[in-house]
């Protein structure tokens, strides 16, 4: 029987990103047909809709996220494994330094204070998820933002990969970091 994963992309991206079609060629070695849609992830509540619908109409059994698509895996109420890539946990702060104004892009006020409810109501919830179902995989020489430490020390992951390379990881240290987690899993 095949199973199912969810990829998220991050910020700039879309369903025909580098590092999701990395993971669903990698996954495929573990027996996952991974979905890999394109998400408004600047429309909070539509995105988290849609991805809540996937999950259940497709029987979702492993979320995998990159970027800021790694902070909506974070927060998602999802009882299976979460495998996080470089994930942009503080997104109210990393994202609007990587908005591009020149091209018409415009960060949402109401995000500032949003993503951080979210973060931190799923923080108190934490208890409620299984926290040794969260991997995060982070870059050594993440070149946008690292959050490997204040995954650890304040929201408690107890599975972290540390790889090497920069935010968008290759395909090889990804491998190798997935078969680590799937090896003591």
């Known amino acids: 029987m095949i199973k199912k994963a969810l990829f998220i992309h991050g910020l700039h991206s879309d369903s025909e990103s580098t590092t999701g079609s990395y993971v669903v060629d990698i996954l495929k070695k573990y ?7 394109t998400f408004d ?28 698509g790694g902070f909506y895996g974070y927060i998602l109420p999802f009882e299976g494994p ?14 609007p330094k ?9 960060f949402p006020e109401n995000l500032k204070q949003e993503w951080p409810d979210l973060r931190e109501k799923t923080l108190q919830q934490y208890n409620a998820q299984n926290p ?4 995060g995989i982070f870059a050594k020489n993440d070149d946008l933002f690292s959050y490997a ?28 970091a997935i078969e680590k987690i799937y090896g003591a899993a």
């Not at 600047?42 to 990159?66: G, P, R």
């Not at 040794?132 to 991997?135: A, E, G, H, P």
Request: aromatic share 6%; glycine share 4%; hydrophobic share 35%.
């Open 41 to 68: 992830l600047m429309d909070c509540n539509t995105t988290l809709e849609q991805i809540n619908q996937i999950i259940k109409q497709e029987n979702i059994e492993l979320v995998t996220a990159h970027s800021l």
């Open 31 to 37: 027996g996952y047909e991974t979905i890999h849609p």
């Open 82 to 95: 979460k495998l996080l890539i470089n994930a942009c946990l503080k997104p109210e702060i990393e994202i």
């Open 149 to 176: 430490d204040y995954a650890k020390n304040e929201l408690h992951f107890t599975q972290i990969q540390m790889i090497e390379g920069g935010h968008k990881p290759a395909k090889e240290e990804l491998a190798k």
């Open 132 to 135: 040794s179902t969260i991997y």
């Open 98 to 106: 990587l908005m591009y104004p020149e091209q018409g892009e415009v």
